[in-house]
């Protein structure tokens, strides 16, 4: 993991091989960011998880096979029990051109991965709702 | 609608069934906002409208059935016969995982949706253009 | 080509015809912008180039025919041998409202094209990196 700041775009390049999200996370606590909006990514991905959601907190798992391009990359960061917490969703181009898109649950990068966020000063955090399933993006 | 600005980028949370449109605008409204682009989003849609531009201002509608995951959502926010107007394209994740985009033409927020805009504040307008039957982004 | 500045964020709008790359490079170079993040577009393309990468420096061509809209874009903006470069991954909705993502190596606007960067002081290169066979975005 590589970053650069610059005001409050920080800039993150993965390596071959590295946990996206662990990835992520890491250069978002050594710079001790707790909210962000993700600007976009490009790279690769092998493998990654992606999920469909069904309610009741369920996602549909829809497995990836091989390696995928990084086409966009969404969401933000946010502070879930005190933790940071990434909520992403990507989408992938395959061999064959056709795109594959989903809430991400997981990946590690392929040959290379280029990330950018935008550091948010204010605090969100998500909290349980009981009528989605989900973690709600709470503002202060 | 929940909102939450930080200096010039405003985060947007909508909730279940509220009009995608209508409660990004309430928001930008809110705010004063009338320029701006769009950061990206994330949350899910039921029965989005899409569309393919054929020219001559005509698009061809391309019906979305059910829920989907909103994966990316670019555009942006200028102004139209002095009201806010939004130009979005939006990418989404199919139960399957194969995605599908157009420009977007309406739907309704699905469980929950989060979205984020970088505010400008020199002026965007759209000015009716007879070559390509659009509404040209224009600057001053 | 058209564009304009507000702050660190640069708008650009192309029009009919022009070549994707060489105007979204000549409205960096106006500006005199070396390095930032892309934060979206929104237009159409027609006959883009796409590619997937499959190691070794090269790249899988995946032609696509006639017009698209374009509905993501990702990456950045780096200097290369001294030159600005652009790294892009597009995401592009069909006429079927299927979607198509990869590495963008080229195309022309139709009919129009906005998009929206954010501009970085920083410096960014990219350096040859024979593991990967890609120039490998770096932070000084």
Do not use: W
């Amino acid at each position: 993991m590589e970053r650069m700041r610059d005001g409050d775009v920080l800039v993150v390049r993965l390596a071959d091989g590295e946990d996206f999200f662990e990835g992520l996370k890491q250069a978002l606590k050594a710079e001790g960011v707790h909210a962000g909006v993700v600007l976009g990514a490009v790279g690769m991905l092998k493998e990654p998880a992606i999920g469909f959601y069904r309610g009741g907190g369920k996602y549909e798992t829809l497995p990836v096979k091989g390696e995928v391009e990084i086409c966009a990359l969404a969401g933000n960061v946010a502070v879930v029990e005190g933790d940071v917490f990434l909520h992403l969703h990507v989408t992938m181009g395959t061999s064959s051109g056709a795109a594959l898109a989903g809430h991400m649950t997981g990946g590690r990068v392929h040959m290379t991965a280029e990330i950018a966020v935008h550091i948010l000063h204010k605090p969100m955090t998500r909290v349980p709702d009981s009528k989605t399933g989900l973690k709600t993006l709470t503002f202060e």
